[in-house]
Every structure is written in structure tokens, then in C-alpha cells.
């Protein structure tokens, strides 16, 4: 078997790019997702909610996000997302990594303010609401970065933003650097960003939820057993089970089934791949089961999400 430390599956997707470590992310909920499984990774991540609402959990805290809050998720740092019933929810994120400013280099903005949160000693705090001291500079200061990054999925440009020519622009790299800073000092200035009061016993359970999701998601087209996955973190089952829904929100099984459904939609979305073939390959040895579980994850039959996302249907 392959080894199960906590690096083996945080999030492996590459934000951006070597010379631009950025990468935009248009949300539109339902249609890119119902659910976003926990799961952590070595960016920053700043969404801003355009409209909708969601929930959000961060750190083992849930937060009901709406209109024009804004989201600051530290390096590392566990979250999700789960979509209300009947709700729609728009957002925009920037997820990258701290080299943008400057990481590497020993001056004193890294050594005050930058080093610190890569190294978890300062945390942002996770939402900021309208209102706040500050939300309106810094909700400016966001929109405006968003025009100088390519969105991931290629959507539509929004009514807000301002025409497609501004990224193409003489020095945008250096304009998404300097709004970069500005954003950080008003974080600062604002006290969105406080020292990390977590406990050694915290740091502790964390450690080991992150190990048992890296087993999962490294592991999630094998069967898997609760005696199994209870034995990765060096519990009991019973202790197991009862840590594993307090702290992931969810049973072990659900979240099992939620990753694999995830898999399997994003197979069907951007394929052509047989319904069948996909559950097999993700993990699912029951057909009529696996048919259960979709319809009641996403609402539809697998044929129908297929239809829905653009591709042909095939069995």
C-alpha cells in the first residue's frame, strides 16, 4: 500500500500556474457543486459570496454565508462547503500560494506578516460580513484582482466586472501583486488576522483527521473497513466513528460516499465515460446502489445529471 501520511491527499490541484501562482474559481451552486467534501491545502483561499447563500465549515466551525461576505481561508486550514435546499449560491475565490508575496524572501514584511501565517502562528479570521470595519476596501480591493486572473472554468465574464482587455494589460502582474499587499495590509489593519490560539490536544485532532481523509481519498476505490480506517488513526472503532462525526460532520460511510459520488460526477460531466464504468472505477461494487445514493445526492439519475452538464448520455 501506498503511504498514508497527512501530504499523500490534501488537495493535489495546481492553482495557477510557476510564474503566476493564482487561479480564479466562478462558483455557481448547484450546477458546480452540491457539496464541497472537507479538505485542506498548502494556499490561501479568499471567496466572496456575490449572492446566495451557503454553508460553510471552517475548522470544525459551520457559517452561514450570504451576500458580499467574504471568506479568508489560512494555509492548511480544513474546510467545506454544503448547499441549502432549494438555495442558489454564487461565489468568487482566488486561491494561491503565499510566494506571490515574496515567501522566500527574508525581509521584514515576510518575517512580520507573512511567515507567520504560512507557519499557522496567525490565522485570518473566517468571515468577514458587510459591515464590517473595512469590508467595503476590501471587498473593492477583491473585485479588482478578480479582473486581473482567467477563470478556472472559463465562465462568463459577471455584469460587474470590467472589460476582458484590463488582463491583458501592460504590468497586470505587477497590479495583481500590489492589490495582493493592499489586501493584506487592510487585513492587518483591520485585525483580520490574530495569533493562532489552538492547543497542543487540538493540533493533535487534526493531525489525525487529516491522516484518515488523505487514507480515504488515497484509498477510495478499494472497500474499506471502519476496523480499517479506526486503525490508521490508532483508535477503537466505537472512538473512531464517534471522533469521525464530530469533527467531519458526517459519518465515515457518508463522507466515503459523498467523495466517490463527487468522482463520479465530475467523470460524468467531462466525458463521455459509461455510468456504469465510472461507478465501478470509483470505488462502487453495487449498481442499484449506487443509483440510490446519486439521485439522492444530486436529485436526478446519472443519465439525467450527464444530460444536464452537456454530454452525451452512454451506458
Known amino acids: 500500500m501506498k503511504d498514508t501520511g497527512i501530504s499523500d491527499y490534501k488537495e493535489k490541484a495546481s492553482h495557477g500556474d510557476v510564474l503566476m501562482p493564482i487561479q480564479r474559481y466562478r462558483c455557481i451552486v448547484p450546477f458546480s457543486y452540491q457539496d464541497l467534501s472537507l479538505h485542506w491545502h498548502d494556499e490561501v483561499e479568499f471567496t466572496w459570496i456575490e449572492g446566495g447563500s451557503i454553508d460553510y465549515g471552517i475548522n470544525f466551525e459551520t457559517y452561514r454565508v450570504r451576500k458580499d461576505d467574504l471568506l479568508l481561508i489560512s494555509p492548511h486550514t480544513l474546510h467545506s462547503a454544503h448547499a441549502l435546499k432549494k438555495e442558489e449560491m454564487i461565489s468568487e475565490s482566488l486561491v494561491f500560494h503565499l510566494d506571490m508575496l515574496g515567501y522566500q524572501t527574508p525581509d521584514a514584511c515576510t518575517i512580520k506578516y507573512i511567515s507567520p501565517l504560512l507557519k499557522g502562528k496567525y490565522r485570518f479570521v473566517p468571515i468577514i460580513r458587510a459591515g464590517c470595519p473595512g469590508h467595503g476596501e476590501l471587498l473593492q480591493c477583491f473585485r479588482e484582482m478578480l479582473t486581473c486572473v482567467e477563470d478556472k472554468n472559463h465562465s462568463p465574464r459577471p455584469e460587474w466586472e470590467i472589460p476582458e482587455g484590463v488582463r491583458r494589460r501592460e504590468g497586470n502582474e505587477l497590479y495583481m501583486k500590489e492589490l495582493l499587499f493592499r489586501f493584506f495590509r487592510l487585513l492587518y489593519q483591520y485585525g483580520y488576522v490574530v495569533k493562532n490560539e489552538g492547543s497542543a490536544t487540538d493540533s ?112
Open 204 to 315: 493533535e485532532l487534526e493531525r489525525k483527521l487529516k491522516t484518515v481523509l488523505s487514507y480515504i481519498r488515497e484509498h477510495y476505490t478499494e472497500t474499506m473497513s471502519i476496523e480499517e480506517l479506526a486503525g490508521v488513526c490508532h483508535f477503537s472503532q466505537a472512538h473512531f466513528m464517534s471522533f469521525f462525526k464530530k469533527f467531519a460532520g458526517m459519518t465515515c460511510v457518508e463522507y466515503i460516499n459523498h467523495y466517490r459520488l463527487s468522482r463520479v460526477a465530475a467523470a460524468l460531466a467531462q466525458s463521455d465515460q459509461p455510468v456504469m464504468e465510472a461507478a465501478m472505477e470509483n470505488g462502487f461494487r453495487n449498481i442499484s446502489y449506487f443509483n440510490k445514493l446519486f439521485r439522492k445526492e444530486f436529485g436526478v439519475t446519472p443519465r439525467e445529471y450527464r444530460t444536464e452538464a452537456g454530454k452525451p448520455a452512454k451506458q
